[in-house]
């Protein structure tokens, strides 16, 4: 049972950059991790994943050239940066991981981002 626990959300200005953390227990060999996020009143979205030898990344478009998705597999770690960040991207980000042979995924609690104008 993969259980993963986020950190590093927090309060930041237009422009500034913040970084998250994904810490992973459990068996995440050859999974796909990922970040999604969920702003106020809307549904949950896809913001990034990486396969288990981060040779292929996805962005969603709206974060592309400014968000990096990286993992330690040491440290069974995915990590999320965040730069030039905007109002927009206030929302909880969701860690999440599955396993390549599956389309369901595990999420993680969720950790806050808010982004002041």
């Known amino acids: 049972q993969v259980q993963l626990v986020e950190s590093g959300g927090g309060l930041v200005q237009a422009g500034g950059s913040l970084s998250l953390s994904c810490a992973a227990s459990?068996?995440?060999?050859?999974?796909?991790m990922g970040w999604f996020r969920q702003p106020p009143g809307k549904e949950r979205e896809f913001v990034a994943t990486?396969?288990?030898?981060?040779?292929?990344?996805n962005y969603a478009d709206y974060v592309k050239g400014r968000f990096t998705i990286s993992r330690d597999n040491a440290k069974n770690t995915v990590y999320l940066q965040m730069n030039s960040l905007r109002p927009e991207d206030t929302a909880v980000y969701y860690c999440a991981a599955r396993s390549s042979s599956r389309n369901d995924y595990t999420w993680g609690q969720g950790t806050q981002v808010t982004v002041s104008s």
């Open positions: 990486i396969t288990w030898n981060a040779l292929s990344t």
């Open positions: 459990g068996r995440t060999f050859g999974y796909i």
